[in-house]
């Protein structure tokens, strides 16, 4: 069998009445191989034209079937053994040549046990049928004989198939191929305005092991509205063509609830095209498609799956396939595509901003751009919108044709109920969740969306870890670069959700934010359903009075805070000269339920300690920025469950009580805690310790022992502190985990501990301005091979060891500022960035030319800031 170009380019017409015209002799092929092809073409949904008659009268070619050839795009002809004996036949080749050659029309030739070079030059059977033909023929028969030979000649003449000894499934399914990947036949209706579709067709190509010996399995996922059936109805009409059956089950997490069997009917007469049957129960269905399913090489796309359980009784295992098949699943839940054996999901992105302006426009207003007097609005729906297809699509078909008014108002309404048909859509995800996961999902689309997944899942619980991971699986959240992220409609539809808890009442809302906690707050509107509060006093500063919480017994989650301020903070703590005033807002009686207390943040907090009914049993972590803290609370209170602590910038803040009551504390920071004079003496027990923070702690003066027990210790910030020197006792070996050491400002620091060079993991030190002298950088810097960082800014050294270079990890070394160097030996060739600004850099080539050309060459790929 032998198929390759064809006379002309397939094309397919609105003025054609057939895809496909075959002519074919009755008695040779009607009930064999012309009733198989003809039966597959018409279950694969062509147009196809078939003369069953085929009476002679007369061998005159009939009106009506003139006008079907007329009519038709592709023809196929069946050249058999007694082709060329019926003049009908022959008349009917002549009309199907005739017509080719006025029109954009193609011609596919079929031998059917037949050589082709017989039908060309009419020998053989052909020959002795034309014997036949022209016995007693008149001037009017030889012209017509002329005919049917030239038509013979040619069309023998075009690439087709030669069916001699092959299989004729075999044949017809190449057939197949050819004729509905060359009409660009389209199956489903994709829609229309559909937008970007072509990228996402190319990458899913690339994605079939059609090469190999093995199933593909090609999972599609995504949130709701992203376009995942769209994609799939595209590719489905793209590919279907290639396979022997092809089947597309749309809904099937919401028809497997009780259409199973009519979705196993469904599969089969996919695949099985043109064969009529019904199964009359769902063991007999599961049979049958593993029975069908092993012998053909087929298409099956299973459209919005989100349990493996709804593919039980269709395909529940891949195995079931022939190889070469390919199987497509598209589904909002990650995981179920990993159990079914997706190696690699291909995970649908929003629309960038251009894509995002065509599809709303084309909605909007049937055009690729907004209209000049409606651009401002259509950029700020599409802000809204936020690359959602459905969401685009949607909002612009509903604001096609109204006045700039109506655009307003809609846009105004938008910003404060969601969209009912889009959050219809998004909220599926949600209502799939079990309880846990949706108290999870409500708390990150109130309080947390942007913020890092270990924090989320340090407050919301041991149980939180794994519900985070399941909204990844279920595309309701992002993870990146360890940061939770969530779609600004997804965020919108969880808002919703605790909207309607209760429309008319702020106060029995389970989470409460900004203007609508200012106001629980401000008119004691708050009941025991509030979980969760925030509020930002920056944007909404309140007087709290005694009774502002008193009622909210059930408070999970409180944060009173003004981020912006801290921030700035921070940058500029040195210039502060220990000064930080707080807001004196909460009365001296002040208390509030702390029972259920799991994350407590107030910025800002006045009081001298916490209140003494302050029963945080499940407290997980603790901030109290800026506060007039002097005793965190009173008595010996155990907190079992406490991880962090965080009382930056308290600077009325003179000691810290021996936490013994606080034995899992994780991270305590007390950056710019500027009175504080010591730490506690006990500070090794901390054994689950792995921050501790005393940046800018500028009264700091002595640091306690250190003792092997701190083995999760990764980070030590000492910077701006007042510490003359570690205790000799201090074993800085111990800390195995140790990752980040700063020393930065510390200019009383007489000496830099020389077991440095135990700390096998430390990976940043920062040494800068810390008044370090000729020979006063501890050769053993140069034993740690795990670092990464090395800040030597601002000190008096003239030189550094030469052993640097065996720091084969360092890309970073700062020696800025070193107004003293004179000399830099051989650098690290994993350097990427050297900083020498400030220095005598003209006098340090001159002096050491050779050395250091030779070094900085080999960092020529670095940055280097002179």
């Given at each position: 069998?032998?198929?390759?170009?064809?006379?002309?380019?397939?094309?397919?017409?609105?003025?054609?009445?057939?895809?496909?015209?075959?002519?074919?002799?009755?008695?040779?092929?009607?009930?064999?191989?012309?009733?198989?092809?003809?039966?597959?073409?018409?279950?694969?949904?062509?147009?196809?034209?078939?003369?069953?008659?085929?009476?002679?009268?007369?061998?005159?070619?009939?009106?009506?079937?003139?006008?079907?050839?007329?009519?038709?795009?592709?023809?196929?002809?069946?050249?058999?053994?007694?082709?060329?004996?019926?003049?009908?036949?022959?008349?009917?080749?002549?009309?199907?040549?005739?017509?080719?050659?006025?029109?954009?029309?193609?011609?596919?030739?079929?031998?059917?046990?037949?050589?082709?070079?017989?039908?060309?030059?009419?020998?053989?059977?052909?020959?002795?049928?034309?014997?036949?033909?022209?016995?007693?023929?008149?001037?009017?028969?030889?012209?017509?004989?002329?005919?049917?030979?030239?038509?013979?000649?040619?069309?023998?003449?075009?690439?087709?198939?030669?069916?001699?000894?092959?299989?004729?499934?075999?044949?017809?399914?190449?057939?197949?191929?050819?004729?509905?990947?060359?009409?660009?036949?389209?199956?489903?209706?994709?829609?229309?305005?559909?937008?970007?579709?072509?990228?996402?067709?190319?990458?899913?190509?690339?994605?079939?092991?059609?090469?190999?010996?093995?199933?593909?399995?090609?999972?599609?996922?995504?949130?709701?509205?992203?376009?995942?059936?769209?994609?799939?109805?595209?590719?489905?009409?793209?590919?279907?063509?290639?396979?022997?059956?092809?089947?597309?089950?749309?809904?099937?997490?919401?028809?497997?609830?009780?259409?199973?069997?009519?979705?196993?009917?469904?599969?089969?007469?996919?695949?099985?095209?043109?064969?009529?049957?019904?199964?009359?129960?769902?063991?007999?269905?599961?049979?049958?498609?593993?029975?069908?399913?092993?012998?053909?090489?087929?298409?099956?796309?299973?459209?919005?799956?989100?349990?493996?359980?709804?593919?039980?009784?269709?395909?529940?295992?891949?195995?079931?396939?022939?190889?070469?098949?390919?199987?497509?699943?598209?589904?909002?839940?990650?995981?179920?595509?990993?159990?079914?054996?997706?190696?690699?999901?291909?995970?649908?992105?929003?629309?960038?901003?251009?894509?995002?302006?065509?599809?709303?426009?084309?909605?909007?207003?049937?055009?690729?751009?907004?209209?000049?007097?409606?651009?401002?609005?259509?950029?700020?729906?599409?802000?809204?919108?936020?690359?959602?297809?459905?969401?685009?699509?949607?909002?612009?078909?509903?604001?096609?044709?109204?006045?700039?008014?109506?655009?307003?108002?809609?846009?105004?309404?938008?910003?404060?109920?969601?969209?009912?048909?889009?959050?219809?859509?998004?909220?599926?995800?949600?209502?799939?969740?079990?309880?846990?996961?949706?108290?999870?999902?409500?708390?990150?689309?109130?309080?947390?969306?942007?913020?890092?997944?270990?924090?989320?899942?340090?407050?919301?619980?041991?149980?939180?870890?794994?519900?985070?991971?399941?909204?990844?699986?279920?595309?309701?959240?992002?993870?990146?670069?360890?940061?939770?992220?969530?779609?600004?409609?997804?965020?919108?539809?969880?808002?919703?959700?605790?909207?309607?808890?209760?429309?008319?009442?702020?106060?029995?809302?389970?989470?409460?934010?900004?203007?609508?906690?200012?106001?629980?707050?401000?008119?004691?509107?708050?009941?025991?359903?509030?979980?969760?509060?925030?509020?930002?006093?920056?944007?909404?500063?309140?007087q709290f009075t005694k009774e502002s919480f008193k009622q909210m017994d059930r408070l999970r989650l409180l944060k009173i805070h003004k981020d912006d301020e801290y921030g700035r903070i921070s940058i500029f703590s040195r210039?502060?000269?220990?000064?930080?005033?707080?807001?004196?807002?909460?009365?001296?009686?002040?208390?509030?339920?702390?029972?259920?207390?799991?994350?407590?943040?107030?910025?800002?907090?006045?009081?001298?300690?916490?209140?003494?009914?302050?029963?945080?049993?499940?407290?997980?972590?603790?901030?109290?920025?800026?506060?007039?803290?002097?005793?965190?609370?009173?008595?010996?209170?155990?907190?079992?469950?406490?991880?962090?602590?965080?009382?930056?910038?308290?600077?009325?803040?003179?000691?810290?009580?021996?936490?013994?009551?606080?034995?899992?504390?994780?991270?305590?920071?007390?950056?710019?805690?500027?009175?504080?004079?010591?730490?506690?003496?006990?500070?090794?027990?901390?054994?689950?310790?792995?921050?501790?923070?005393?940046?800018?702690?500028?009264?700091?003066?002595?640091?306690?022992?250190?003792?092997?027990?701190?083995?999760?210790?990764?980070?030590?910030?000492?910077?701006?502190?007042?510490?003359?020197?570690?205790?000799?006792?201090?074993?800085?070996?111990?800390?195995?985990?140790?990752?980040?050491?700063?020393?930065?400002?510390?200019?009383?620091?007489?000496?830099?501990?020389?077991?440095?060079?135990?700390?096998?993991?430390?990976?940043?030190?920062?040494?800068?301005?810390?008044?370090?002298?000729?020979?006063?950088?501890?050769?053993?810097?140069?034993?740690?091979?795990?670092?990464?960082?090395?800040?030597?800014?601002?000190?008096?050294?003239?030189?550094?060891?030469?052993?640097?270079?065996?720091?084969?990890?360092?890309?970073?070394?700062?020696?800025?500022?070193?107004?003293?160097?004179?000399?830099?030996?051989?650098?690290?060739?994993?350097?990427?960035?050297?900083?020498?600004?400030?220095?005598?850099?003209?006098?340090?080539?001159?002096?050491?030319?050779?050395?250091?050309?030779?070094?900085?060459?080999?960092?020529?790929?670095?940055?280097?800031?002179?």
């Open positions: 069998m032998a198929s390759s170009s064809a006379q002309k380019a397939f094309s397919s017409t609105s003025t054609h009445s057939y895809d496909v015209f075959i002519s074919f002799r009755g008695e040779d092929t009607r009930k064999t191989f012309t009733d198989h092809l003809f039966t597959t073409l018409v279950a694969y949904g062509v147009h196809t034209f078939r003369d069953d008659e085929e009476l002679e009268k007369g061998g005159d070619i009939a009106s009506d079937l003139s006008r079907a050839i007329e009519e038709s795009n592709i023809f196929i002809i069946i050249f058999s053994k007694n082709y060329a004996n019926s003049r009908w036949c022959l008349n009917e080749l002549v009309k199907i040549f005739e017509c080719t050659t006025q029109k954009q029309s193609t011609i596919l030739p079929i031998f059917y046990h037949v050589n082709p070079s017989d039908v060309r030059k009419q020998s053989g059977s052909y020959g002795d049928a034309f014997v036949e033909h022209e016995k007693d023929a008149d001037e009017k028969k030889t012209e017509l004989i002329r005919k049917w030979r030239t038509a013979l000649n040619h069309v023998a003449s075009l690439s087709g198939f030669h069916f001699d000894k092959q299989y004729e499934t075999e044949v017809v399914n190449e057939i197949i191929k050819q004729i509905v990947g060359s009409l660009n036949r389209q199956p489903l209706n994709v829609g229309k305005n559909i937008v970007g579709i072509s990228v996402h067709l190319e990458k899913l190509k690339l994605m079939r092991n059609t090469e190999l010996n093995k199933v593909s399995v090609i999972g599609i996922c995504g949130l709701g509205g992203i376009g995942k059936t769209t994609i799939a109805q595209a590719i489905y009409n793209e590919i279907s063509y290639q396979y022997d059956g092809s089947s597309f089950l749309r809904n099937v997490r919401e028809r497997s609830k009780g259409d199973i069997l009519q979705l196993q009917n469904e599969l089969l007469q996919g695949i099985l095209k043109g064969k009529g049957f019904k199964i009359s129960n769902i063991d007999e269905g599961v049979n049958m498609i593993k029975r069908c399913l092993n012998s053909k090489r087929v298409l099956v796309i299973f459209d919005d799956v989100d349990e493996l359980t709804q593919l039980e009784y269709l395909v529940e295992e891949k195995d079931w396939f022939q190889v070469k098949s390919t199987i497509i699943i598209t589904s909002r839940n990650k995981q179920v595509l990993a159990q079914y054996g997706v190696d690699a999901p291909y995970e649908v992105q929003k629309f960038n901003m251009k894509e995002a302006i065509e599809l709303f426009s084309l909605w909007a207003f049937k055009e690729n751009l907004p209209k000049q007097a409606y651009e401002n609005l259509s950029y700020n729906i599409i802000e809204y919108a936020d690359g959602l297809p459905l969401a685009l699509k949607l909002l612009g078909a509903s604001l096609f044709g109204k006045k700039i008014s109506e655009w307003e108002s809609a846009l105004y309404k938008l910003k404060r109920i969601p969209h009912m048909e889009i959050n219809k859509v998004l909220r599926i995800s949600f209502d799939g969740l079990d309880d846990m996961d949706k108290e999870i999902f409500l708390d990150v689309a109130c309080f947390f969306k942007g913020k890092d997944k270990d924090f989320v899942s340090r407050i919301l619980g041991p149980h939180a870890e794994y519900g985070i991971a399941t909204l990844n699986d279920k595309c309701l959240i992002t993870i990146s670069k360890n940061m939770i992220d969530m779609h600004d409609l997804i965020q919108q539809m969880g808002k919703e959700i605790i909207r309607q808890e209760c429309p008319d009442d702020l106060g029995r809302r389970s989470r409460i934010w900004d203007s609508d906690a200012y106001d629980v707050l401000t008119r004691n509107m708050g009941t025991r359903a509030i979980k969760g509060l925030f509020l930002d006093i920056c944007k909404f500063p309140t210039h502060l000269d220990g000064k930080l005033f707080y807001e004196d807002h909460l009365p001296r009686e002040f208390e509030f339920p702390s029972y259920e207390l799991t994350y407590f943040h107030w910025d800002g907090y006045s009081l001298e300690s916490l209140p003494i009914n302050f029963h945080a049993k499940d407290l997980v972590e603790l901030i109290l920025r800026g506060s007039n803290i002097k005793q965190l609370w009173r008595g010996n209170k155990l907190h079992n469950k406490l991880k962090v602590i965080n009382l930056s910038y308290s600077v009325h803040l003179t000691e810290i009580p021996d936490f013994s009551s606080v034995p899992n504390l994780e991270i305590l920071t007390l950056k710019g805690c500027v009175n504080l004079e010591c730490l506690p003496r006990g500070i090794y027990k901390w054994k689950h310790l792995q921050t501790l923070s005393c940046g800018d702690c500028s009264k700091l003066k002595r640091f306690p022992e250190i003792k092997g027990i701190m083995r999760k210790l990764r980070e030590l910030d000492l910077s701006g502190t007042a510490i003359e020197e570690l205790p000799s006792s201090s074993s800085f070996g111990h800390l195995n985990a140790l990752k980040i050491l700063s020393f930065r400002g510390c200019s009383k620091l007489n000496k830099i501990p020389t077991d440095v060079c135990c700390l096998s993991s430390l990976e940043v030190l920062d040494l800068s301005y810390c008044n370090i002298m000729e020979g006063g950088i501890p050769s053993d810097v140069c034993h740690q091979l795990s670092l990464q960082y090395l800040s030597l800014r601002g000190n008096q050294f003239s030189s550094i060891p030469d052993g640097i270079n065996q720091l084969h990890k360092l890309g970073l070394l700062d020696l800025s500022h070193c107004k003293m160097l004179q000399h830099i030996p051989e650098l690290p060739s994993s350097l990427n960035y050297l900083d020498v600004h400030q220095c005598p850099l003209l006098e340090i080539l001159s002096s050491t030319s050779g050395l250091l050309w030779s070094s900085l060459f080999k960092c020529f790929k670095s940055q280097i800031q002179v």
